[in-house]
T-cell receptor
Framework: QQPVQSPQAVILREGEDAVINCSSS?????VHWYRQKHGEAPVFLMI?????EQKGHEKISASFNEKKQQSSLYLTASQLSYSGTYFC????????????FGKGTHLIIQP | NAGVTQTPKFQVLKTGQSMTLQCAQD?????MSWYRQDPGMGLRLIHY???????DQGEVPNGYNVSRSTTEDFPLRLLSAAPSQTSVYFC?????????????FGSGTRLTVV
């Protein structure tokens, strides 16, 4: 079952902050976050593991609430380059069955 | 390093034709997978492999076959193309089946079945 992402779309001005949420009805082992620009491949941003370990980079942070099976991606002081579609991918079994992706959140950053 | 290479980038097929989408990675990744992406649907897993000689079905495997004879290559075969298989196909790989690492995606194959 696909995780549910919210919001579906958001429009911001450069410098504003954004939060994208991902919620699953099943117990999760990890949550991945990817960004995809139009016509390009998804690019890995961050992974959050059960137990609190987090691996990511740059000016993006995320949280993982294991009790609620929810994750949030935080984009601070957004830049024009942050525009794109953000997907969360959830994993229930340590990677054995691949990732189940949400439908995506479209983020548009305006000057 | 080239990363994950997919060929072709674009393909038009007639209903009933068969073809193979190629995927190769040069990162010595154990785990490889195929996804299809349709508007508003996100990415859906077709097949995956945890190592050479081992493959398994994902969420939407019908109409597709895979094999993994080497660590580097993971081709996806469409047996008899149908318009419902019109989509963008992405191959992805990871260092391990354990979800400790992110996936590296290829640039995609845009397939149209008429």
């Amino acid at each position: 079952q696909q995780p549910v992402q919210s919001p579906q779309a958001v429009i911001l001005r450069e410098g504003e902050d954004a939060v994208i949420n991902c919620s699953s009805s099943k117990a999760l082992y990890s949550v991945h976050w990817y960004r995809q620009k139009h016509g390009e491949a998804p690019v890995f941003l961050m992974i959050l593991l059960k137990g609190g370990e987090q691996k990511g980079h740059e000016k993006i942070s995320a949280s993982f609430n294991e009790k609620k099976q929810q994750s949030s991606l935080y984009l601070t002081a957004s830049q024009l380059s942050y525009s794109g579609t953000y997907f969360c991918g959830t994993d229930q079994g340590g990677g054995a069955d691949g990732l189940t992706f949400g439908k995506g959140t479209h983020l548009i950053i305006q000057p | 390093n080239a990363g994950v290479t997919q060929t072709p980038k674009f393909q038009v097929l007639k209903t009933g034709q068969s073809m193979t989408l190629q995927c190769a990675q040069d990162m010595n990744h154990e785990y490889m997978s195929w996804y299809r992406q349709d508007p508003g649907m996100g990415l859906r897993l077709i097949h995956y492999s945890v190592g050479a000689g081992i493959t398994d079905q994902g969420e939407v495997p019908n109409g597709y076959n895979v094999s993994r004879s080497t660590t580097e290559d993971f081709p996806l075969r469409l047996l008899s193309a149908a318009p419902s298989q019109t989509s963008v196909y992405f191959c992805a790989s990871s260092y391990s089946m354990q979800a400790y690492y992110g996936y590296t995606f290829g640039s995609g194959t845009r397939l149209t079945v008429v």
